[in-house]
């Protein structure tokens, strides 16, 4: 099989790419913006159809969640007009794609666990952009839509990597611990989504780790892991974006992603959060 990534500078490309190497996969084509900008229709199409993959994992996407508020149309551009003009070129050349969306697609306003079937409602520019990605890539028959959350991974920015930098020089942080999730460890997910596209099981998939856990918990873990002393003062998100004197995008306070449905379909859930973070910590310490 031919295997086309998108955003592979990024830590979930990365990972892919690692994962199909590992199978001793050779053929694939992984690309970031200098190799293919997806927002250009033409160059997307010509890139696709000369290279006509089996696969596509489309992994390319505007994240910064804040800075999207203020360049709406930048965002949208990503986010929506790539994910539209990967699809169609993935229609083209019969290709399965697999689109990789986010728990902002809900407004996290739930009492319960978010399942597959409930009602988006996103409430930042981010999360609106997502979900009309989502709507775009619906388009080709043969779709695996994938939201995920709080995504940690090796090859790139995460909220691990910043709370071991605030240790080196602060022994308290303040954290938010009233928004809860789950962390999604980019190997684990690798894993699951090579083999999902080896499958024609499409539809959408909540696919994060086991477990859920505030932000503050989750540093708490980070810092006891990686043996830090630092005190984690659990705050509200009202009284941190007091604290910092920041404005920041609207962020669900329960993201909490049923995963049953991937059980369901015979896929295996991804080890716990704190399983993962072991692993990484690892990971880092080999870099």
């Given amino acids: 099989m ?31 913006v200098d190799g293919m900008d997806i927002t250009d229709n033409k160059k997307v199409m010509e890139v696709i159809t000369n290279y006509c993959p089996d696969v596509i994992f489309h992994c390319a996407a505007w994240t910064a969640v804040d800075k999207a508020e203020d360049r709406k149309e930048d965002c949208y551009k990503v986010n929506v007009l790539g994910t539209k003009n990967i699809t169609e070129a993935a229609i083209k050349v019969d290709a399965k794609l697999i689109y990789l969306s986010t728990d902002y697609v809900f407004d996290g306003t739930k009492e319960g666990i978010y399942t597959e079937e409930d009602k988006a409602n996103p409430k930042s520019v981010y999360g609106k952009t997502k979900y009309l990605g989502e709507e775009e890539v619906r388009k080709n028959k043969k779709h695996f839509i994938a939201r995920i959350s709080w995504v940690f991974g090796i090859n790139g920015n995460n909220f691990i990597k910043t709370m071991l930098k605030l240790s080196e020089n602060h022994d308290t942080v303040n954290v938010v611990d009233d928004q809860i999730g789950s962390p999604t460890y980019t190997v684990d997910l690798a894993k699951l989504l ?22 503050a918990e989750l540093a708490e873990e980070i810092f006891k892991i990686n043996e830090k002393n630092v005190k984690v003062n659990r705050v509200s998100t009202e009284k941190y974006l007091e604290l910092t004197k920041t404005k920041q995008a609207y962020r669900p306070k329960n993201s909490k992603l049923s995963k049953e449905k991937l059980v369901e379909n015979g896929f295996d859930p991804l080890p716990t959060w704190q399983d993962a973070l072991i692993r990484y910590r690892k990971e880092l310490n080999k870099k």
């Fill in 194 to 215: 090579v083999d999902m596209s080896q499958t024609e099981k499409y539809g959408t998939y909540h696919i994060t780790n086991e477990g859920f856990c505030s932000w």
């Fill in 2 to 32: 031919k295997y086309l990534i998108t955003g592979v500078k990024g830590q979930l490309g990365y990972d892919i790419t690692r994962e199909l190497e590992k199978r001793g996969e050779t053929d694939y084509l992984a690309l970031d």
